[in-house]
């Protein structure tokens, strides 16, 4: 029997999760997007109006749902008003320790790899090739971005973005809601809410 998969957010983000679905064997029975007439043009489903519409007339339980959300912030907003059971969603080529945790609505794209002893939040992204090494902590709605490395003992904090192809040194802690730029090398802690780009990566504004 098929497993059955909700799907929060029709755009390119949740084009790439629904084929990660589909090809592990699952079902995307329903797909939900605030602003369904402006949905993925490969979008297949039909698409519906989301919670914020009426939070009271969204179909809370049933099958459960993966936030296909990519900004970070929306997602743990959308997290916040919804009241559901939550599926994950891992590439078949996605290579992950037996001793890594990963939390509930968490997705693993092609290709990344999930060291020992790594724990991962609630509705993270792991996105296509990105590497996690060992003893990595990843708080909840972060997204490590495609290519980008985390070396081992790395802290990623809450609701923080780290860009595609950026290298994280081993033992630096990341604050949360923080933006590391495409490419950036962090050498050093960061401090909360910071935005870091560069080589070596330097913080260049922090958000209010």
């Known amino acids: 029997m098929k497993n059955k998969v909700r799907i929060y957010g029709a755009g390119g983000h949740s084009q790439v999760i629904k084929e990660v679905l589909e ?18 043009h490969a979008s297949k ?11 009271n007339a969204f179909p809370h339980e049933g099958d459960p749902v993966i936030i296909a959300v990519g900004i970070n912030a929306e997602r743990a907003e959308i997290a916040g008003f919804l009241n ?35 724990s991962i939040g609630k509705h993270v992204i792991i ?3 990105a590497s996690v090494d060992h003893d ?20 990623v904090g ?19 809601w923080c933006t590391i730029g ?8 960061v401090p909360d809410y910071s935005t870091v780009v560069g080589n070596p990566g330097k913080v260049i504004k922090t958000k209010k």
């Not at 090809?23 to 993925?40: G, R, Y």
């Not at 860009?163 to 604050?175: E, H, L, S």
């Open 23 to 40: 090809n592990n064997n699952c079902i995307v029975t329903d797909t939900f997007d605030d602003k369904p007439e402006s949905v993925h």
């Open 45 to 55: 489903n039909n698409v519906v109006g989301g919670a914020r519409k009426d939070l």
């Open 84 to 118: 559901c059971t939550y599926e994950k969603a891992i590439h078949q080529s996605a290579i992950i320790s037996s001793t890594s945790t990963i939390g509930e609505g968490t997705v693993v794209f092609a290709g990344a790899i999930i060291q020992p002893n790594t």
């Open 127 to 129: 996105n296509t090739g």
């Open 136 to 155: 990595n902590i990843i708080g909840d709605y972060a997204h490590i971005s495609p290519k980008a490395a985390l070396c081992g003992h790395v802290e």
């Open 158 to 176: 809450e609701g923080s973005h780290v860009g595609v192809g950026a290298v994280v040194i081993p033992k630096v802690k990341i604050g949360k």
């Open 182 to 189: 495409a490419g950036t090398i962090v050498l050093k802690d």
